[in-house]
């Protein structure tokens, strides 16, 4: 029993000291927003602008059932 008081008295002090430790992190709005440019039913043509700009090719599935 002495053990678990131990271990449960460390985890509350764990807790306790995660709750009130550190300053919040300074969050900066990014400088510029770029939405995401949604290619329907062209396959060839995202995966070719995908290589164009170097960037990884999102395909977006979904079935109805």
């Known amino acids: 029993m002495n ?3 131990r271990t449960a008295a460390l ?3 764990l807790a306790l ?3 009130g430790c550190g300053s919040k992190p300074s969050v900066t709005p990014p400088e510029k927003v770029t939405a995401l440019t949604f ?3 062209d396959f060839a043509r995202a995966l070719a602008l995908a290589r164009e700009s170097n960037l990884p ?3 977006e ?3 109805p059932w």
């Open 39 to 41: 290619i329907e039913n």
């Open 3 to 5: 053990r678990f008081r």
């Open 17 to 19: 000291a995660a709750l």
């Open 61 to 63: 599935v979904w079935a």
């Open 57 to 59: 090719l999102f395909v």
């Open 11 to 13: 985890a509350l002090m």
